[in-house]
C-alpha cells in the first residue's frame, strides 16, 4: 500500500502563491508517476498536471498552464505543486495521486493512490 500525505493548502489572495506537498510512503516512490488534481465544490475532480516518475515531462491543464509548475525530489519521496498567480476560480481540495509506471495521464482512473487533500482557497 502506497500513503499519500497532502500539506500546504491555505487561505491566499488573488495573484499570490502556494506551493503544496506531497509526501509518499510505503513503496518505492520513484517507482510511480505522480498526478495533481482537484475539486472545486460541486463539480468533478479534474486534472491539473502530471510528471513522471524521473521528474521529466510534466504536463499540465490548459487552465493552470504557465502558473503551476510540478516537480519532484525522488530523494524526499515527495512531489510538490508550486502554485503562481493564483486566481479565485483556483479555489477547490487539491489532491496527490500515484500511478504505478513511467507516466501519469490526465484521467482519475489511471491512478492507484491518492491523498486525502488540501484545501486553498483564493480570495478576490
Known amino acids: 500500500q502506497v500513503q499519500l500525505v497532502e500539506s500546504g493548502g491555505g487561505l491566499v489572495q488573488a495573484g499570490g502563491s502556494l506551493r503544496l506537498s506531497c509526501a509518499v510512503s510505503?513503496?518505492?516512490?520513484?517507482?510511480?508517476?505522480m498526478g495533481w488534481f482537484r475539486q472545486a465544490p460541486g463539480k468533478e475532480r479534474e486534472f491539473v498536471g502530471s510528471i513522471s516518475r524521473t521528474g521529466r515531462t510534466p504536463i499540465y491543464a490548459d487552465s493552470v498552464k504557465g502558473r503551476f509548475t510540478i516537480s519532484r525530489d525522488n530523494a524526499k519521496n515527495t512531489t510538490y505543486l508550486q502554485m503562481n498567480n493564483l486566481k479565485p476560480e483556483d479555489t477547490a481540495v487539491y489532491y496527490c495521486?500515484?500511478?504505478?509506471?513511467?507516466?501519469?495521464?490526465?484521467?482519475?482512473?489511471?491512478?492507484?493512490?491518492w491523498g486525502q487533500g488540501t484545501q486553498v482557497t483564493v480570495s478576490s
Open positions: 495521486a500515484a500511478r504505478f509506471g513511467d507516466y501519469g495521464g490526465r484521467r482519475r482512473e489511471l491512478y492507484d493512490f
Open positions: 510505503g513503496r518505492t516512490f520513484s517507482n510511480y508517476a
